[in-house]
């Protein structure tokens, strides 16, 4: 059974910080791509960064400078890092993970709440 488990959202004020981190089960993770995604009340889920099986990574034009997306394949694990934090910030934050032909997994969520 395939689980995506998010955690390290929460409350933050303005140009503060939070790691967000998941952890995966069931998979093998060395050879999965993985991303983070956030939908904010009334709109759509937005990619947010991605990271390949390799390293590479891309970033949202919006979050760029400020989130960098890391992986751990011996922790089976993904982490968002995420400074100088915005209100437009706030949404639930899921993590992805995807291979051709493989299949694509989600997690459940987490939230991401920036304000003062």
């Known amino acids: 059974q395939v689980q995506l488990v998010e955690s390290g959202g929460g409350l933050v004020q303005p140009g503060g910080s939070l790691r967000l981190s998941c952890a995966a089960s069931?998979?093998?993770?060395?050879?999965?791509?993985m991303a983070w995604y956030r939908q904010a009340p009334g709109k759509q889920r937005e990619l947010v960064a991605t990271?390949?099986?390799?390293?590479?990574?891309n970033y949202q034009y919006s979050v760029k400078g400020r989130f960098t997306i890391s992986r751990d394949n011996a922790k089976k694990s993904a982490f968002l890092q995420m400074n100088s934090l915005k209100p437009e910030d706030t949404a639930v934050y899921y993590c992805?993970?995807?291979?051709?032909?493989?299949?694509?997994?989600w997690g459940q969520g987490t939230q991401v709440t920036v304000s003062s």
């Open positions: 069931g998979i093998i993770f060395s050879g999965y791509a």
């Open positions: 990271i390949t099986s390799g390293g590479s990574t």
């Open positions: 992805y993970a995807f291979r051709e032909g493989w299949g694509d997994y």
